[in-house]
């Protein structure tokens, strides 16, 4: 049994961290100052062979780009329970080695560098974008902070194969619970678009 000590002092690092990701976002959000649509702006490399993926994992919490990313863990695992689950429900399983996919997320900052650095990390090369092996959804690619990427990565090339994008639209009003279904929301609406499952 655990002291109660550590129960109240988890719950007070649980309120603190969903303090720090609501005003992050509502920050974003009031800096940004535009309103986000509900377009799912996708991006995918045609020559990739979508097909034949039947299994997919994740990059390890300690890679140093995931580091780098100013989201709380209870953030992270919200987000990851929330891929975790709609990957489940389109029939890929989660396979911790030699995946067919590597599934990665990065929310939206103010900071273009952070985002920068993510997209080195993810190797998503823009200039490709131009190319007519790629196909997209929307030739207006925007970027509105607040907003959640997912990339499914190749694990032998470990280059960005498909991206798709989603306004989160936080408030700060929000609770938990009211952020953690916008979190499933938008990673259904995301992973909805997979290019043939």
Known sequence: ?????????????????MNKFVLSILLIFSMAGCSSSKDVNSVYFKQFDFEQVNTYSMFDRNTGFRIEQNITDFTRNQIELAIDKSMLARGFNYEETSADIIVSYAVIGMNPGDFSAYNKAVRFCAPCLKSRTW???DKS?????????IDLIDPVTKRTVWRNIFPLEVEVEDNSQEVNTKINQAVNVLISKYPTK
């Open 135 to 137: 196909v997209s959804t």
């Open 141 to 149: 690619w925007s970027l509105i902070p607040g907003s959640l990427v």
């Open 1 to 17: 049994m655990l002291p109660a000590f550590y129960t109240l002092q988890h719950e007070i690092e649980y309120k603190v961290c």
